[in-house]
């Protein structure tokens, strides 16, 4: 196929996603948001990765195939965000670079290899938006990540804590990665919080130990007492003016906003609430980001894929306002450039 039409001004500029209007949006390459791949640009400022394992999980299994999913439903995305006011493709290079290939039937293997390819993706500065995959690649994630910046805030957006120690006697799974990251020092305790948390536990004991891990929680219910702006304001408190890196589990949504992930659990956040949760992220300095939990199998009509999409076009447009110094409402969110 020749090379196809993209959405770019000039010689030098970024290169963007394949123009719509030239090129129908279910012909041309699977790429995230139609972007180019990593080996047809020069430098990339974000690279869009995918992690297709799902080793980790203790339930339904499937998210290995999250990532051709969510960019497969990713297509529709377009090239100006007004909620933020920004051209996410426009004023940074975002490339796709495919998958990491980790071995299905090692975890400790696969762990390794993730580790390995995030700290080589992200050598040269390159902040990595990674698309899982289940929960477990947020372990090497923060390992990479950590190996940068030092200790990192994390924001989790998720309806569990995965703060747990073991699954079956196994310290690497899908349940456990927060409690891994803060053990190995990765994580600022001072700074972690979760967003969405709700649904059963195991014993009371759960929250008290994930506290003592550092981890503040936002509640799902908290949505419902509170405002969106209210909980922005508690979370860019929490986070302050250090690196932060940014985990969602697609199942923070409630089933009815994605139904296609692993262990579903009710009550939770409507896709908006989310969006417009993370929008207030902007003007923190995140060094990375994770979609993980798609798994398609039992997705409806793209409704997770989508939902994920979106997320991931959020968290772009976040590091895209980040290198413009456009002005922000109290709240942290950007005021709408119309
Ligand atoms: N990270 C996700 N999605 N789920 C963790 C659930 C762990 C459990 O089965 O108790
Ligand atoms: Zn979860
Ligand atoms: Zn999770």
Known sequence: MPEAPRDSSGPGDPVGPVDAMSVPR??????????????????????????????????????RFGPAHVRASSKLLRPYNPALGVSPFAVQQVADAGDIAANPFDIGEAVRTIERAARDLGADGTRLLTIGGDHTIALPLLRAVAAV???????HFDAHLDTWD??????????????????????????CLHVGIRGPLYTPDDLREDDVLGFQVVHSDDY????????????????????????????????????????????GLTSRELLNTLRGLVGLDVVGADIVEVAPAYDHAEITGIAAAHVGYELLSVLARNRQDAPLVPDGTARSRE
């Open 224 to 267: 419902q007492d509170a405002t969106v702006a209210s909980v922005v304001q508690r979370m860019r408190r929490r986070l302050g003016s250090g690196p932060v890196y940014v985990s969602v589990d697609i199942d923070v949504l409630d089933p009815a906003h994605a139904p296609g992930t692993g262990t579903p659990e009710a009550g």
């Open 26 to 63: 279910f012909a041309g390459p699977s790429t995230f948001a139609r972007l180019p791949r990593v080996d047809e640009v020069g430098h990339v400022d974000v690279a869009v990765v995918g992690v297709p394992f799902d080793g980790g999980v203790s339930y339904r299994p499937g998210a």
């Open 166 to 191: 073991t699954y079956f006697g196994e310290p690497y799974t899908h349940g456990t990665p927060f409690r891994r990251a803060a053990e190995e020092g990765l994580l600022d305790p001072e700074r």
């Open 149 to 155: 910046h030092g200790p990192v805030a994390v924001v």
